[in-house]
């Protein structure tokens, strides 16, 4: 008898770990709300303190609301400062001299000149764009697909058809994930498209196409019959295991960063008067 293929739950991490880590009983449609304005009215922010205050407090949300795993504390604490001073180098470098030459000379390279003004625009931009992603973040890091889906339909009323025909869809990615890595290993077994090189590489990638594929085709087949026999589909709403509500907690969170995020922007008023 073979043993069941058992594969992780890609959500499983994703579940609240004490009252301390408030982000996680929070309805994913409040931690959505409370930054999309912030995220638009960043767009349209020039300077460089503005955002920079803005990322502090993703940073401070962050956190406080949440634990971390190895990856994101690498993507908070490592790759996101680091993309900001390599964007902002670029987008210095890119920036047109005849604009800023009137700044201070920071850098003299033959023909080429970098000015501070250019340092200026190039790191207001990258801040600014840390800025929304971090903000980003603080539903990403903290909210799992099955719960967005199922506050979506009971809060935004999207149809269940829709919204868990596409959970199931998301689904399949760490199962095609999960069938790619025994396929490599049963290939190494087998000793198939040894070698090494480029050709070599390109013969494995073509063996693990046709057994993935076959693989993906039965896993369809499988939640199709599995939604057939739950009728899905046969009628307009469905009875809801798991409730994701809309608490008063909620509504707190959302109108304390809305607060908070008008206080930076009406402190720092990156507009002028002008």
């Known amino acids: 008898m073979t043993a069941p293929i058992m594969v992780g739950d890609p959500y499983a991490d994703l579940e609240p770990t004490g009252s301390r880590r408030f982000l996680y009983a929070l309805n994913p449609l409040a931690k959505i709300a409370a930054v999309v304005p912030a995220i638009i009215v960043l767009v349209f922010v020039r300077d460089l303190i503005t955002p920079l205050a803005m990322l502090a407090l993703a940073y401070a949300v962050l956190l406080v ?6 990856r994101s504390a690498m993507l908070l604490l490592v790759g996101l400062p680091a993309a900001i001073v390599l964007l902002g180098a670029g987008l210095a ?6 604009l800023v030459d009137d700044t201070a000379l920071v850098l003299q390279l033959g023909p080429w000149s970098l000015y501070a003004g250019a340092l200026a ?7 600014r764009l840390a800025a929304m992603v971090a903000l980003a973040l603080i539903a990403g890091l903290t909210t799992s697909g099955p719960d967005l889906v199922r506050a979506t339909v009971q809060q935004l009323r999207v149809p269940y058809r829709v919204g868990y025909t596409a959970l199931a869809a998301f689904r399949f990615v ?3 994930g999960h069938e790619l890595e025994v396929i490599r290993q049963a290939h190494r077994v087998r000793g198939a498209h040894g070698g090494r090189g480029p050709f070599a590489a390109l013969a494995r990638w073509f ?3 046709v057994p993935l594929l076959a693989g993906a085709i039965r896993h369809a087949e499988r939640v199709g019959l599995a939604m057939d026999a739950r009728a899905f589909g046969a009628f307009p709403d469905r009875t809801e295991r798991h409730l ?4 008063t907690r909620d509504t707190v969170f959302v109108l304390a ?6 206080t930076i922007f009406a402190v ?7």
């Open 93 to 98: 470098a890119w920036t047109d001299a005849a």
């Open 207 to 209: 063996g693990y196409v």
């Open 174 to 176: 760490p199962r095609f």
């Open 244 to 247: 994701v509500p809309w608490r």
């Open 121 to 127: 625009i190039g790191y207001a931009t990258a801040v």
């Open 65 to 70: 609301g949440s634990r971390f795993a190895a």
């Open 257 to 262: 960063f809305f607060a908070a995020s008008a």
């Open 268 to 274: 720092f008023f990156p507009w002028g008067l002008g």
